[in-house]
């Protein structure tokens, strides 16, 4: 079944440590977003690419960067973690059709 | 600077009942509005839209809709059950460019049995 999915759906760690949030899909869409999410808030855009080597930066400033080298593949990456970087982080694609965005579950992150 | 306001943070309703949900828009060239329903630890999931182009969709016990003049759209479920109890955002997007949706900031349903 196609779908999109992110690991881990759960991380705690401690300031400073690097980490990396995984998000592919299996549905081949080309174009792929990361979305910041506190309770009560907007989705926010901090990432997203249009295709392989593409990438750009979204509306909320983030000290995250973001690879794409390969289609189904859109990982999401933080080089010092701190606490303010506590939130949820919630992956999406869409394809052909712009608006059909498909989420993934997310990853609740918690820099202690 | 919000374009897309979900001015009721949570809204609470008997099981039967008609649930409103409502969502203002302020950016004129919005032409698609999309509602997401989301549970607690999931990613949102598509639920209705509608195209600026007409004022009602309707798809089973889900309808919105949608007032250009009032920059206003409404999503009704009826009857509402148990099983919505969910966070509801309202999205909107503008033609060209990346069609990337603007997010309200949600509106947490319960129905109660």
């Known amino acids: 079944e196609a779908d999109i999915y992110q690991t881990p759906r759960y991380l705690v760690i401690g300031t400073g440590k690097k980490i990396t949030l995984e998000c592919s899909q299996t549905?081949?869409?080309?174009?792929m977003y990361w979305y910041q999410q506190d309770p009560g808030m907007e989705l926010h855009l901090i990432h997203y690419?249009?295709?392989?080597?593409?990438?750009e930066k979204g509306d909320l400033s983030s000290e995250s960067t973001v690879s794409r080298i390969r289609t189904e593949h859109f990982p999401l990456t933080l080089e010092s973690a701190r606490p303010s970087h506590t939130s949820q982080y919630l992956c999406?694609?869409?394809?052909?059709?712009?608006?059909?965005?498909?989420f993934g579950s997310g990853t609740r992150l918690t820099v202690v | 600077d919000q374009q897309v306001k979900q001015n009721s943070p949570s809204l609470s309703v008997q099981e039967g009942r008609i649930s409103i949900l409502n969502c203002d828009y302020t950016?004129?060239?919005?032409?698609?509005f999309l509602w997401y329903k989301k549970y607690p630890a999931e990613g949102p999931t598509f639920l209705i839209s509608?195209?600026?182009?007409?004022d009602k969709n309707e798809d089973g016990r889900f309808t919105v809709f949608l007032n250009k003049s009032a920059k206003h759209l409404s999503l009704h479920i009826v009857p509402s059950q148990p099983g919505d109890s969910a966070v509801y955002f309202c999205?909107?997007?503008?033609?060209?460019?990346?069609?990337?949706?603007?997010f309200g900031r949600g509106t947490s349903l319960i129905v109660h049995p």
């Open positions: 999406a694609s869409s394809g052909p059709n712009p608006y059909g965005y498909t």
């Open positions: 549905m081949g869409h080309d174009k």
């Open positions: 690419s249009y295709g392989v080597n593409s990438t």
């Open positions: 950016n004129s060239m919005f032409d698609y």
């Open positions: 509608i195209s600026s182009i007409k």
């Open positions: 999205a909107a997007s503008a033609p060209g460019g990346s069609y990337i949706p603007t």
